[in-house]
């Protein structure tokens, strides 16, 4: 059974930075792709960013590319997602989640059924 914790989440201001992580625990060696899906108040739960796991492939929602970064450590169970020139309408609360599937690839890792395993969350809250 893989565990998953979110943690640096906090207030920033627009244009500013922040770097979120999420370590693992389990059978990690096991995911085929993790990802990073978003929530903002009254919304849909969002893709943001995914990565196939062995390969370090990664794969973004439009809104945020050239702006945010997946990577991983495989080693440390650790993926991270560092978020640049932020916006207020990045305000939302981040999730991370493992999928163990054997489907690969954009059309699936953007989709929320993909994920077996989800972290409960941190919360990102961009001032204007």
């Known amino acids: 059974q893989v565990q998953l914790v979110e943690s640096g989440g906090g207030l920033v201001q627009a244009g500013g930075s922040l770097r979120l992580s999420c370590a693992a625990s389990?059978?990690?060696?096991?995911?085929?792709?993790m990802g990073w899906f978003r929530q903002a108040p009254g919304k849909e739960r969002e893709f943001v960013a995914a990565?196939?796991?062995?390969?370090?492939?990664?794969y973004y929602a439009d809104s945020v590319k050239g702006r945010f970064t997946i990577s991983r450590i495989n080693a440390a169970n650790t993926m991270y997602l560092q978020m640049n020139s932020l916006k207020p309408d990045d305000t939302a609360v981040y999730y991370c989640?493992?999928?163990?599937?054997?489907?690969?690839?954009?059309?699936?890792?953007?989709?929320?059924?993909?994920?077996?395993?989800w972290g409960q969350g941190t919360q990102v809250t961009v001032s204007s």
């Open positions: 989640a493992a999928g163990f599937g054997t489907r690969y690839g954009p059309p699936y890792y953007s989709r929320p059924l993909y994920y077996d395993t």
């Open positions: 389990g059978r990690t060696n096991s995911a085929r792709a």
């Open positions: 990565i196939n796991w062995s390969s370090g492939s990664t």
